[in-house]
Each structure stands twice: as C-alpha cells, then as structure tokens.
Nanobody
Framework: QVQLVESGGGLVQAGGSLSLSCATS????????MGWFRQAPGKEREFVTF????????VYADSVKGRFTVSRDNAKNTLYLRMDSLTPEDTAVYYC????????????????WGQGTQVTVSS
C-alpha cells in the first residue's frame, strides 16, 4: 500500500520560512519522480515543483522560483520543500505526489498523492 504523508505545515508571517516533508512508504521511492502541488481556497490545484528520481533535476513554477527549494533523501524515502520569503499568496494546502514518469507539472500524471498539509501565511 502506497502512502505519502506530508508534514511541517502551519502558520507563518509574511517573509518567513517553512519546511515541508513528505514521508513515503510502499513504493520504490528512488525510482519515482516527486512533485509538490498546492491548492488555495476556491482555486484549482497548481504545480509548485518537481524533482526527478535521483535528485539531479528539478523544475519550479515561476511563482516560487528563487524562493522554494525541493530536495529528496532517497535513503529516507522522504521528499522536502523549503519555502522562504513566504507571502500570503502562498497560502494553500500543499500536496506531495509521486510519478513513475520523469517528472511533470501536470497533476494527472501523478498516480499517488498525500493528504496535504495546510500552509497559512499571514500579512
């Protein structure tokens, strides 16, 4: 049974930082590319970033480029997202997802998803 469990969300002031984790089990983590997506209230789920299976390639949405950093530890089967210079526009539920493809910004290409963790940025 594949499980992805996000943690690390919370409330932070604008300009602050948060680090999210996504612990996985039940899949060959080092063979999967991993993505982060987010969904704000009343909005569609949007791509944030993905990192390929061995961590040597990543892609970011323009809205987070230079502020967010994705990483992974294949020995720990865990994905990370470091978020700096947060703004209220970053407020959303953040989801991690796994895909056996190289990596994608399209949510439909990810068959495995976590339950999400709430990030709230106050102004």
């Amino acid at each position: 049974q594949v499980q992805l469990v996000e943690s690390g969300g919370g409330l932070v002031q604008a300009g602050g930082s948060l680090s999210l984790s996504c612990a996985t089990s039940g899949l060959a983590f080092s063979s999967y590319s991993m993505g982060w997506f987010r969904q704000a209230p009343g909005k569609e789920r949007e791509f944030v970033t993905f990192i390929n299976y061995n961590g040597d390639s990543s892609v970011y949405a323009d809205s987070v480029k230079g502020r967010f950093t994705v990483s992974r530890d294949n020995a720990k089967n865990t994905l990370y997202l470091r978020m700096d210079s947060l703004t209220p526009e970053d407020t959303a539920v953040y989801y991690c997802a796994a895909t056996f493809s190289y990596g994608s910004s399209y949510s439909h290409e990810y068959p495995y998803w976590g339950q999400g963790t709430q990030v709230t940025v106050s102004s």
